[in-house]
Each structure stands twice: as structure tokens, then as C-alpha cells.
Antibody
């Protein structure tokens, strides 16, 4: 049974970079037909999609965060990571990694069917 | 940017039907997904591709999507269904969007 686990510092200072890692167990990041991604949720607020990718293809990002965010892969470790630069207190949120289904033989991302437990990152001013 | 709008809250009596809407431009031309989130927990997928229910999700959850509105319907609502619900779609193959969220209260 596939599981996702986020890890990384729980506190980051303003203007610094936030870095998180998602470790996949019970499955592979290279599996055909699945996308992977990051989503965040500020305390008491809604969900915000950050970025996603399909193994072997380019990563795509939320336009509102694109200038500050990078998602990278570590295939041997079966992990993918998030880096968000120049953070402010507005970036305080629970960060989730998730797997997404696809349609059209992997051409299009679809629903996020498996989520990690999430990790709270607090940005201090 | 693409937006999905949901009512902030929906109240329903136990055993009755709860209807949650999600509005967006040409949403009916896209697949809509629905997630349930209880306090302190990760979201759970409850409906997707307009008419699919993941394994383990009760049959009382159903959905539809046409025009500019996707709808999640909970028939015979139970106390355990009290949660926040989010719709989600892909504006394009490279731009994901979540709805504003709806808090469902079972009175």
C-alpha cells in the first residue's frame, strides 16, 4: 500500500528558504500513470496547489508561486522535494505531498488519490 | 486565473440530503474531484472524474458536473460526514485549482 511522508524543518525564518522532502513507500515515483505534487493549507484556510510533475517530464507550478518554488526528484531515493524561496509569514501552512491519478494514458493529471499526513511549517518574522 | 467557488457552509439534518456546489467557468468541460477533510486530518478523495467513487467511499456520496457547476451529493447524511469539502479541477494540464471549500454541518 503506497504511503507518502513529508519531512523537513517545522520553522523557517522570513526571507529564508523552506525545504521539504516527500518519501514514497510501497510504490515508485517512476510508476506509469501517476503524477506527484505538493499542496499547502494555511491554518484555518483552504487548499492551494503548489506544483506537480509526471516522471520524465517537466514540473509545472502554480503561477502565483512559480518565481519562488522548485520541485525536484531523487529517483534512487524514491523522493521528491519542495523548495520555496524568500518565505514570509504568509507561507505558514501545512504542506502536503500527494499522488495524482491521470487520464488519457498519462497525458493529463487528475484527482489526488493519496496524501501524506502533512507537515506544519511556521515562518517567523 | 481560474477560480472555483463553493458556498462557505451547508447545514443538513441527519438522514437528509446535502448538496455542495462548485462553480467555475466551463467546469463541465473538465473533470471535477471532491475531497473530504476532517479537523487535523489530510484530505480524502471521495469522488472524481465526475462519476467515480474510490474504493471504501460509501455509496451515499455521488456527483455530477455540467455547464459551470459540479455538485457533490451526500444522501442519507450521517454525523460522520461532518467535515470540510473541497472541489478541485485542472484549468489546463498544467494548472491545478482547488475550490474555496464548504463546511458541512450535520445538525
Amino acid at each position: 500500500q503506497l504511503q507518502l511522508q513529508e519531512s523537513g524543518p517545522g520553522q523557517v525564518k522570513s526571507s529564508e528558504a523552506l525545504s521539504l522532502t516527500c518519501t514514497i513507500s510501497g510504490g515508485s515515483i517512476t510508476t506509469y500513470g501517476f503524477y506527484w505534487g505538493w499542496i499547502r493549507q494555511p491554518p484555518g484556510k483552504g487548499l492551494e496547489w503548489i506544483g506537480s510533475f509526471y516522471f520524465g517530464r517537466n514540473v509545472f507550478y502554480n503561477p502565483s508561486l512559480k518565481s519562488r518554488v522548485t520541485v525536484s526528484l531523487d529517483t534512487p531515493k524514491n523522493q521528491f522535494s519542495l523548495r520555496l524561496n524568500s518565505v514570509t509569514p504568509a507561507d505558514t501552512a501545512v504542506y502536503y505531498c500527494a499522488r495524482a491519478l491521470s487520464t488519457d494514458y498519462g497525458d493529463n493529471p487528475d484527482a489526488f488519490d493519496i496524501w501524506g499526513q502533512g507537515t506544519l511549517v511556521t515562518v517567523s518574522s | 486565473s481560474y477560480e472555483l467557488t463553493q458556498p462557505p457552509s451547508v447545514s443538513v439534518s441527519p438522514g437528509q440530503t446535502a448538496t455542495i456546489t462548485c462553480s467555475g467557468s466551463n467546469l463541465g468541460d473538465k473533470y471535477a474531484s471532491w475531497y473530504q477533510q476532517k479537523p487535523g486530518q489530510s484530505p480524502v478523495l471521495v469522488f472524481y472524474q465526475d462519476d467515480k467513487r474510490p474504493s471504501g467511499i460509501p455509496e451515499r456520496f455521488s456527483g455530477s458536473n455540467s455547464g459551470t457547476t459540479a455538485t457533490l451529493t451526500i444522501s442519507g447524511t450521517q454525523a460522520v460526514d461532518e467535515a470540510d469539502y473541497y472541489c478541485q479541477a485542472w484549468e489546463s494540464t498544467t494548472a491545478g485549482v482547488f475550490g474555496t471549500g464548504t463546511s458541512v454541518t450535520v445538525l
